[in-house]
T-cell receptor, first 114, second 115 residues
């Protein structure tokens, strides 16, 4: 398996533009997580899905952020409009179950909003 | 507020010596803990875990200790090797019957092992 695949690896955009981050989880994993890494807060959980259904989006910072999982093999995280403070590395992770075990992370998308 | 805290942002250790990375948590509902290792430009990878029913778990050079009364866990790496240089994240998961199922991560500790 190729692991969790995220695209793009790097994204530079201007403030106010829409940004879409993509994730393909490991085949057979039924839980998917979006995390954001910053120096100040480390890895923050934004939202997670179980069997394609959003379970907890309490970590989504603002209404500008939205996430979808239309099927078991694809998820998107969208920021509209983007702001400089959204600059961070965004990670997607998947796992076989919600609890226990470990997550498999993608390589992340480094987002820079100028 | 940070429910999982790694108060040392960085640590330098000589090759061959012991590395000790610390993690504190505030929520007594947490009962499963993990350590992840992250190299630059890569995603975090799972390293070792411990359940609250144990106070120690060992895997090769890596040992995690859990002190529930102090709400503290630590990762020991012995002997440390240059390839261990990375950022280490501590993560905690609440009990399954708590109704939530999300790992809470700390801010990470950057370990540098000097050759």
């Amino acid at each position: 398996d190729a692991g969790v695949i995220q695209s793009p690896r790097h994204e530079v955009t201007e403030m106010g533009q829409e940004v879409t981050l993509r994730c393909k989880p490991i085949s057979g994993h039924n839980s998917l997580f979006w995390y954001r890494q910053t120096m100040m807060r480390g890895l923050e959980l934004l939202i997670y899905f179980n069997n394609n259904v959003p379970i907890d989006d309490s970590g989504m910072p603002e209404d500008r952020f939205s996430a979808k999982m239309p099927n078991a093999s694809f998820s998107t995280l969208k920021i509209q409009p983007s702001e400089p403070r959204d600059s961070a590395v965004y990670f997607c992770a998947s796992s076989l179950a919600l609890t226990g075990g470990d997550y498999t992370f993608g390589s992340g998308t480094r987002l820079t909003v100028v | 507020d940070q429910q999982v805290k790694q108060n040392s942002p960085s640590l330098s250790v000589q090759e061959g010596r012991i590395s000790i990375l610390n993690c504190d948590y505030t929520n007594s509902m947490f009962d499963y803990f993990l350590w992840y290792k992250k190299y630059p430009a890569e995603g975090p990878t799972f390293l070792i875990s411990i359940s609250s029913i144990k106070d120690k778990n060992e895997d090769g050079r890596f040992t995690v200790f859990l002190n529930k009364s102090a709400k503290h866990l630590s990762l020991h790496i012995v002997p440390s090797q240059p390839g261990d240089s990375a950022v280490y994240f501590c993560a905690a998961n609440p009990r399954a019957d708590s109704g939530t199922y999300k790992y809470i991560f700390g801010t990470g500790t950057r370990l540098k092992v000097l050759a």
